[in-house]
């Protein structure tokens, strides 16, 4: 096919050809520059910050911001807390959507229909913000990590996915099982869930970067800012300029410019160094998502 | 084509014939349950789940029609009918917040959504498989960041005076704009986050739509002299526009939900007569000032409504070419 296209070449085709090519390239430094220029801005200097508006490369090598950022006892807290979350949180939601797919992909049990259908209802329908914000708190979970985690613990398109997956495993498999004595706990345990890893790996990532990138929740729920997450740790510091919370050492002129700039790529650096298996897995999921008839 | 319906397969596998006898199953609705005790024992955490987490909050939206007291609770607080729906449409707040809300949909609808298109046609174009790669790579990443982190590159890119977008504009237009508090710039800036952050990740579903495009039409019309162009508008287009419609249709059912996160983060005092739309509305109202009837009535409007767009959206496709979601 790709033979068939140069045979039928055409002057004017190579020109739109070269066009195009330098026109996507475009798009996708597009994509990136900003990055660059976050990364550049983090190692300046703040002299070099308040005098040049745009670099790809710092005149000066500092490394002042992060050493601000770093020392700072509220910015590490949030490191460590945001990680944790997101590891528990992942762990909790995948479990609980595996654990709930697999008897709804069992079309004989009875009641599965009307549960799959008041799941199906979720997806267009839902109780708004302040009645879940009310659920969430006579349930007593305001200002604690439960609120960020269990509140979106069932993706429902993730369940529906997931189900319509274990349901195109050969059943022949479940089949040995059950004549060897094993109850469906332990045939989900021992056989459906080791020959899914690759589709819960891909729902682990969707899981695991909605939670990282959450900031809805802990601003509605977490009242405390001493458990905050980075994600309104970097909002506080950016957008509200309220370098306060960083509480960077006080002999010295904190950078207030560059701490802005770090802040930003620490809370970005694990999602480009996970982003080879986002970029892979999410586009498949994606297209399981969507395509499927 | 269904996204929502399930592909129940009404497959009863063999072994249940086999290892399950007639004669237990006419044992009695108790031993028919009890051969699926360890089944129902799995669904019951996400049954759990759904009846809180997610059925909860619909019964709660009953306070929509109460004056809801904390220490009274949903069950008891007294009954008001649609008193906060009449307040809420009879405030100046309403029509500014559909409208708001309607014209950044509309420039989604209008700019992002045909830049996606173009930008997975031209990377259907593209013959070197290298350069397409690293372009897809790159514009994918943006998807992946929060919108705490757009909005922190926008509030540094944008930055008063140093900003170097601040610059860049403000020289090419020869003006002194402060874009980030400046109403006039604010839907501008929304509609190019959105473009920077969804675009490249939009292309995909159109990128998989157009690799099942069927080569030989490809073949005939090249040995019928058709150029390029009129391949993509005579061949290419009208074989995607069944996946267009769909993400149309989706798209129109969202109408809607303009991104609550990203609005949030964007709004200030400067510019809340334009930025304000039903989703941070009810925040500011439910959360900040407490009025948590007031703004479930306001929340409850717009999820009714979103459930009339998606089911009547989906109504004209099918008409269009009975390629409904449902």
Avoid: C
């Avoid at chain 2, 977008?165 to 800036?189: E, K, Y």
């Amino acid at each position: 096919m790709a033979r068939e296209k140069y045979r039928f070449n055409t002057r004017g085709g190579r020109v739109f050809d070269v066009f195009n090519v330098v026109l996507l390239s475009a798009i996708g430094v597009i994509a990136l520059v900003p990055f660059v220029f976050v990364i550049a801005g983090s190692f300046a200097t703040e002299a070099e910050l308040a005098t040049r508006s745009f670099f790809l490369w710092p005149e000066t090598f500092s490394l002042r911001a992060y050493e601000s950022i770093l020392t700072s006892p509220a910015f590490i807290r949030a490191i460590i807390t945001t990680i944790l979350v997101t590891a528990v949180g992942t762990a909790i939601q995948l479990l609980l959507t595996a654990t709930m797919a697999y008897p709804l992909s069992k079309s004989n049990l009875p009641g599965g229909r009307v549960v799959l259908y008041a799941v199906i209802v979720t997806l267009v329908f839902g109780g708004g913000m302040i009645p879940t914000f009310l659920v969430v708190k006579d349930l007593g979970l305001l200002d604690t990590y439960w609120a960020l985690i269990l509140p979106l613990a069932i993706n429902p398109f993730s369940l529906i996915i997931i189900k319509n997956f274990f349901q195109q495993l050969p059943a022949e498999l479940e089949e040995a099982a059950k004549i060897d004595g094993a109850n469906e706990l332990q045939t989900l345990w021992r056989i459906i869930l080791p020959l899914s890893t690759p589709v819960l790996a891909t729902f682990a990532l969707f899981y695991a970067v909605g939670i990282w990138n959450d900031f809805m929740s802990p601003l509605l729920y977490l009242n405390d800012s001493s458990m905050w997450t980075l994600q309104m740790f970097l909002r506080q510091v950016t957008v509200a300029t309220d370098l306060s919370i960083v509480d960077a050492d006080p002999s010295q002129l904190p950078p207030a410019q560059g701490i802005k700039f770090a802040v930003i790529v620490v809370a970005t650096l694990p999602i480009l160094l996970f982003y080879p298996f986002l970029q892979k897995h999410f586009a498949k999921g994606m297209l399981i998502g969507s395509v499927k008839g | 084509m269904t996204i929502l319906g399930s592909t129940e397969s009404n497959a009863v596998t063999a072994t249940e014939v086999l290892v399950v006898p007639h004669k237990k199953r006419r044992k009695g609705v108790r031993a028919h349950f009890s051969q699926f005790k360890w089944l129902y024992l799995l669904l019951l955490p996400g049954l759990i789940y759904f009846a809180t987490f997610r059925y909860g909050p619909m019964y709660g939206a009953i306070i929509a029609f109460k004056d809801y007291v904390p220490f009274l609770g949903i069950q008891d607080s007294p009954w008001v009918g649609f008193r906060h729906f009449e307040d809420f449409f009879s405030s100046p707040d309403f029509p500014r917040l559909l409208a708001n809300t309607l014209i950044l949909a509309l420039l989604s609808l209008v700019v992002a959504f045909p830049l996606t298109i173009v930008t997975a046609l031209l990377l259907n174009e593209l013959r070197l498989n290298i350069v397409k790669r690293s372009v897809q790579t790159l514009i994918y990443i943006p998807h992946f960041l929060s919108w705490t982190v757009v909005a922190s590159l926008t509030y540094l890119l944008f930055a008063l005076d140093i900003g170097p977008l601040t610059q860049l504009i403000n020289g090419v237009l020869g003006t002194d704009i402060s874009f980030l508090t400046d109403p006039a710039w604010f839907r501008p800036i929304i509609v190019l986050q959105d473009i920077w952050k969804n675009t490249g990740w939009g292309t995909i579903i159109f990128l998989a739509a157009l690799a099942s495009v069927d080569t030989e039409q490809y073949e005939a019309a090249i040995i019928d002299g058709a150029g390029r162009f009129q391949r993509v508008w005579h061949i290419t287009l009208p074989s995607i526009r069944p996946t267009i419609i769909v993400l149309l249709v989706l798209q129109m059912g969202q109408v809607l939900n303009t991104g609550f996160e990203q609005i949030y983060l964007m709004t200030n005092a400067l510019n809340r007569q334009v930025a304000d739309v039903f989703d941070t509305y009810v925040y500011f109202m439910g959360i900040t000032q407490g009025s948590y009837s007031y703004s479930t009535a306001v929340g409850l409007f717009k999820a009714v409504v979103g459930v009339i767009l998606i089911f009547g959206a989906n109504w004209i496709a099918r008409r269009f070419n009975q390629t409904g979601i449902f």
